[in-house]
């Protein structure tokens, strides 16, 4: 007993004697060495491709070299225990899709805890998400595609990112709100949903916009409604889902968010926050994620935190509803 008392007093002064160390460092002269922020995607996906964006701005306001990391695989389970493994010394931070660290502790037996190992730096870009059809779907829009699928019923295809990703909780929302009957197909990611589409052998999914805009262009695919409460500027003539036909909380959006490794000095926080907030408001940058039907959105911590426990209080009421299981 008394070598475990001893053992455990000197863990927590080991723990003790880190956690100064890295406020020391912290104020005095972070950041002294390069960043890198951890993207639990493939290149060329959106959080990617924002996570790039952001890095050279913050490497500009900061004055230090800012690395992005692709660490993908698992529904971003393996990035983001990169970041929760990696010392609070603030020197490694996670750029990840909100509703994902709601929905991972719901369906998987996760090495870690989100709310207990990462703390939020702050909001990145809100993303609408859209339903989306293959060009030979006989539907034009929201209310005849749901006629569609209810006079065929299981037969329906619609492409996910596997279980738990927001396209699944999407098709799991629009079932349950229209009495229709999908026939799941789950694939890796968008990127592998896409190709399936195109190539006829899945006939539904949502999505952000970007990936999807040449292709709609093209006619090769339809947008039938949007996830948000207006609609977007990149695509005027595509109505809200309240507007198509539908409830407002048949289509759900996310966002892109901003983490680190929980323990990190709460001054090495600010500074990115503020590093962030400056880069993200730049007239630039919002055009340009503007175009791309996304909102480049700076906001406190706090702001990501409340939003991601209204995403597990949703989510979790969902997954209960709909009995849906990792498989």
């Not at 912290?26 to 922020?37: D, E, M, N, T, Y």
């Not at 493994?85 to 369906?107: E, I, M, Q, S």
């Not at 040449?214 to 609609?231: D, E, I, N, Y």
């Not at 996304?294 to 991601?308: C, E, F, H, N, Y």
Request: glycine share 10%.
């Amino acid at each position: 007993m008394r070598k475990m008392l001893l053992r455990g007093v000197w863990v927590l002064m080991a723990l003790l004697m880190a956690a100064g160390q890295a406020s020391a460092a912290a104020g005095s002269g972070w950041p002294a060495r390069p960043i890198r922020i951890v993207v639990p995607y493939p290149p060329g996906t959106g959080p990617d491709v924002m996570a790039r964006l952001v890095a050279e701005g913050v490497s500009k306001e900061l004055g230090t070299s800012v690395i992005v990391e692709n660490k993908p695989g698992a529904n971003a389970v393996i990035g983001t225990g990169e970041v929760v493994k990696a010392p609070a010394d603030g020197y490694t931070f996670l750029l990840v899709d909100r509703l994902t660290l709601a929905v991972n502790p719901l369906l998987y037996p996760l090495p870690f805890d989100p709310a207990r190992d990462l703390v939020s730096v702050g909001n990145v870009a809100d993303v609408a998400l859209y339903l989306v059809v293959a060009r030979d779907v006989p539907a034009n829009d929201f209310r005849s595609f749901i006629a569609y699928a209810k006079a065929h019923p299981g037969q329906v295809t619609f492409g996910t990112g596997g279980v738990g990703s927001v396209m699944h909780l999407n098709m799991e929302l629009l079932q349950a709100g229209t009495g229709v009957q999908f026939l799941h197909v789950p694939y890796k990611a968008l990127a592998e949903v896409l190709p399936a589409m195109l190539g006829g052998q899945v006939q539904a999914t949502s999505g952000g916009v970007e990936a999807m805009l040449p292709h709609v262009q093209k006619g090769s695919l339809k947008l039938l409604a949007v996830g948000a409460p207006a609609r977007l500027p990149v695509t005027p003539s595509v109505p809200t889902i309240a507007e198509a036909g539908g409830s407002a909380d048949m289509l759900m959006s996310t966002s892109y968010t901003f983490h680190a490794r929980a323990g990190t000095p709460p001054e090495v926080l600010e500074r990115m926050n503020a590093a962030l907030t400056k880069v993200l408001l730049q007239p630039a940058l919002q055009a340009w994620t503007a175009a791309r039907g996304l909102q480049a959105r700076p906001s406190t911590a706090a702001d990501v935190d409340a939003r991601i426990q209204d995403d597990k209080v949703r989510i979790g009421r969902l997954v209960r509803e709909r009995g849906i299981k990792a498989q």
